[in-house]
């Protein structure tokens, strides 16, 4: 892969755009070959950076401006254009959100903005049967059911899960304590399926049989979701978990964590849900956020009254 001047080194990324790789794959289930063109277009741009003193975390707005004209005149194609734009603008959005930086250097720049896309939640019945592909008894069943149960219940990210302590989570009153980004706490209500989920993981045939001898490290002790060596569940291990459940059921095309998330957001305004709550529920720092669910039930509306309403074709 070839950069502004010319490198060729898939390892050359600085850490900040490796992280944001990282959080497309984990976070946003983005597939192998949609990351690849991420790291080429970021490699390019990281590279034209570097070569004027500069990264992703220093950029400037004015060089920035720069940077998109040059790729204006460079002879490329404007649909490669337009994605590599889409992939700095997400990058430069990640940062922010993580708190890297203060400021969206691409936030006023003009030229290709990326639309919010809609997303594609699971129906109801398909939320029953990836829940329901969770068989057996053993430990890391339980656990499974569980953390698919919760993640569904809550609408937590993926790195949110995997990140509670023991002392975060109240089963008998089915309360979390989750932090989001920014280390923003919130409170959120899960419901009895979930519940008993997590008891059941929590009782002596879950999670204390996962329980290592000695723990490896001090925060793994009171990790509420283990691996089979007694550490923390990482959000790789449990993006893997929740895929392997959706090819059991058919949905491995469509699933990862966040569609669980959207599925959460667009099931509670499907039945009424105040946006307000909802935005409350998954930590959206903006209203804006929240209101993409909107337009997904709206559509999900339209969808159900073609299919059902005799005359709304013109039959």
């Not at 254009?81 to 940062?95: D, E, G, N, T």
């Not at 569904?152 to 995997?162: K, L, M, P």
């Not at 002596?204 to 490290?217: K, T, V």
């Not at 569940?233 to 893997?240: E, F, V």
Request: charged residues 25%; aromatic residues 6%; hydrophobic residues 40%.
């Amino acid at each position: 892969m070839t950069s502004g001047r010319g490198r060729v080194a898939e390892s050359a990324l600085p850490a900040s755009a490796e992280a944001f790789l990282t959080w497309m794959a984990i976070e946003r289930g983005r597939s192998r070959n949609t990351l690849a063109a991420y790291r080429r277009d970021l490699d390019s741009y990281c590279g034209w950076l570097d070569d004027r003193g500069a990264n992703p975390l220093t950029v400037t707005s004015i060089t920035a401006v720069e940077f998109v004209n040059w790729r204006r005149n460079s002879g490329a194609a404007p649909a490669s254009v337009a994605r590599q734009l889409a992939a700095i603008r997400m990058l430069h959005r990640f940062l922010v959100d993580e708190g890297d930086r203060a400021d969206d250097p691409t936030a006023d720049l003009d030229g290709v903005r990326v639309p919010a896309g809609i997303p594609k939640p699971l129906s109801e019945e398909e939320v029953i049967s990836l829940i329901g592909a969770v068989t057996g008894t053993g430990p890391v069943a339980l656990r499974d059911r569980a953390l698919l149960e919760f993640l569904y219940a809550t609408g937590a990210r993926i790195g949110e899960a995997v990140g509670l302590s023991l002392s975060d989570i109240d089963v008998d009153s089915g309360l979390v304590r989750l932090f989001g980004k920014g280390s923003k706490e919130r409170i959120v209500p899960f419901g009895r399926p979930s519940g008993e989920a997590l008891r059941a993981w929590l009782s002596p045939a879950g999670r204390p049989l996962m329980e290592p001898i000695r723990w490896a490290r001090r925060g793994d002790a009171e990790a509420l979701f283990l691996n089979h060596r007694g550490a923390r569940l990482s959000r790789q291990s449990a993006w893997l978990v929740v895929r392997s459940y959706g090819e059991a059921c058919g949905l491995s095309k469509r699933l990862s964590p966040h569609v669980l998330r959207h599925s959460c957001a667009t099931h509670l305004l499907d039945h009424g849900a105040d946006l307000r709550i909802v935005q409350e529920l998954l930590g959206h720092a903006s209203i804006s956020t929240t209101q993409i669910y909107t337009k997904v039930s709206q559509e999900r509306l339209w969808h159900v009254y073609r299919l059902a309403h005799p005359r709304a074709t013109g039959r």
